[in-house]
């Protein structure tokens, strides 16, 4: 079968009538067809045997002529137009499978746009390659979100995490002047700086309580870490573009969700490692097996300030207090 301009599919019968040689079998039809008409009608002589032996010759050369084209028609159309059908079915195949894999190196599988509210479908689905995942490397500033979705499921993993020094302020600044965009002019850049080192302590105390659900927890300390939020699991890596100004009036910044096999994963991840061994970066591990004490040890020195039982007491409730409204809004509740 083939098929002509307007995409409507021909058998060789049909296409051998639109040709010349369909016309030449036409015209020898009708010489026959009238040659024998025309014999009929006459006498018996020699004028109507010349008529007669005419119209029977060219019926049969039509008939004969018909069938050796309609096999060549059928012949050579397998043997060209099949032949390059086929190729051409599999150029685009082989094209489209290159898009395809051109797509999962360099374009994201999933764009979240940027929210005031925490969006269900994108929390649903960062759980979902969560709880796939052996492995949770976190870049961000406090800590409290990867806290707070460990104490939601019941596997064990090996998380590092990288957040921000609460001792420096440069590490503070980047993230204040982000949620002073989004609280406009009546913003007071003292007290979210304040509310920001107090999220810091926050998170932490939450990687403490969170410490069951992992082997081991490593928290690198940097000054100056990036505006942007890093999520990385087995097979998908999660940016959060707080460095987006389109999205600085939102609480909630947009999202970009890349394949493991993707180029920004395996560079995401290279940088995550680079920036938890540069040699400002102070490393800090809390085991299922570190006491309160220890902790409380382990805090003053990660904070410079120190850590009582009352002021951890305070800490623990605010943490439990935010996983509680986070789990609600992100509607993640079991």
Known sequence: ???????????????????????????????SIGSLWISSAMDAGLFKNLLTALGTGT??????GFGQTLITASASHKA??????????????????????????????????????????????????????????????????????????????????????????SAISGRARYLLRHEGATGDYDKIRKRLVEEISIGIVGLYLARSRCTAIEIAVISDPPLDRTEI???????????????????????????EGSFIYGMQRAEFHRMRDTRTAQKFSITPDTTRSEFLALFGKITGTPLTEEGYADLERKFHDFRAEFTKAAGLES
């Open 233 to 259: 699991f087995d097979d998908s890596v999660w940016l959060t573009l707080y460095s987006d100004v389109g999205g600085a009036t939102s609480l909630y910044p947009r999202t970009l969700r890349f394949s």
């Open 80 to 169: 060209l137009v099949t032949p390059l059908i086929e190729e051409s079915k599999r150029a685009l195949r082989d094209l489209s499978s290159e898009y395809r894999a051109l797509n999962n190196e360099f374009f994201p599988t999933h764009v979240f746009e940027a929210t005031t509210t925490p969006d269900p479908e994108f929390n649903r689905l960062l759980m979902a390659d969560l709880k796939r995942s052996r492995q949770y490397f976190f870049r961000g500033f406090a800590g409290r979100h990867a806290a707070a979705r460990l104490l939601l499921t019941h596997s064990e993993w090996e998380l590092r995490t990288v957040v921000a020094d609460p001792r420096q302020h």
């Open 59 to 64: 019926m049969i050369s039509a008939i004969v």
């Open 1 to 31: 079968m083939s098929a002509d301009a307007n995409g409507i599919r021909k058998n060789p019968v049909q296409e051998m009538f639109w040709t010349r040689t369909g016309l030449l079998l036409a015209i020898l039809l009708v010489i």
